[in-house]
């Protein structure tokens, strides 16, 4: 049985990144690169783009680096070996383009975990967040958005749109892993009756049990107000 689920918390010719790089130094300039809510730099990919990410992302998986390198260099993506200590990551990245920032554990020990940073500029500090959180658990995927989500009116809003790479990259690893594992890290202002954490599934209470992973995590939180998919659907409940 599939289970995903969803948390809303608020020698081929692959080039190698400097030895002492970390994956949080990397993240940090990958951040400062991407667009504002101003300027408009976002566009919405081809269709032939996305296609050619399909296929990139399922090589990937299937590692396939070589064949992964050399058809996200036809879309303008770069593919880069990083070494951070012992472990070693494959990221994705473009300088031309904003369609996001993805890395790949080569090793992982949590093989069908996905951390996402959606809103790394609107939910301020959830990219850097998500990395760590992606590094200490040893996840298997990262992906960080390319562009503020008003980048350019809402076509750059990767979680409420189909055609842009972070959604595709989704898909292809939810329809290729079995029990894949998406955790979403989002940012809101707290106010005065607001909860600490929200973890919301994207989907109504009734259809989850309450030995589930979110409810486990609220019970080891002691110290803080953890909501969990509220009944009277609180504000910063989403659902998809």
């Not at 692959?14 to 993240?27: A, D, M, P, R, S």
């Not at 081809?46 to 680096?65: C, F, P, T």
């Not at 070494?83 to 020990?109: M, Q, R």
Request: hydrophobic share 40%.
């Amino acid at each position: 049985m599939r289970t995903t689920i969803l948390f809303l918390i608020l020698l081929f010719q692959v080039f190698t990144c400097n030895g002492q790089t970390t994956l949080e130094n990397f993240i940090d300039q990958r951040i400062e690169r991407i667009p504002g809510k101003d300027g408009g730099q976002y566009t919405v990919p081809s269709m032939y783009a996305l296609q050619e990410w399909e296929y990139v992302i399922d090589a990937i998986i299937y590692k396939e680096y070589a064949k992964a390198d050399s058809i996200a260099n036809l879309i303008g993506y770069e593919m880069e070996l990083l070494n951070d200590k012992d472990e070693a990551y494959y990221v994705l990245y473009s300088n031309t383009k904003y369609y996001g920032t993805y890395i790949f554990n080569i090793n992982p020990s949590r093989p069908n975990l996905i951390i996402q940073a959606p809103h790394p500029l609107n939910d301020m500090y959830t990219g850097q967040q998500a990395i760590y959180t992606f590094k200490y658990l040893d996840a298997f995927a990262y992906f960080l958005a390319g562009a503020h989500r008003y980048n350019n009116g809402l076509a750059a809003e990767v979680t409420s749109n189909y055609n842009n790479f972070f959604q595709v990259a989704t898909e292809v690893i939810y329809e290729e892993l079995q029990l894949a594992t998406f955790i979403q890290l989002h940012g809101f202002a707290q106010k005065q009756d607001d909860p600490d954490v929200v973890i919301s599934y994207g989907k109504p209470d009734n259809e989850f049990s309450v030995t589930s992973p979110a409810n486990s995590l609220k019970m080891n939180l002691p110290k803080f107000n953890v909501l969990v998919n509220d009944a009277n659907q609180h504000r910063l409940t989403a659902y998809s």
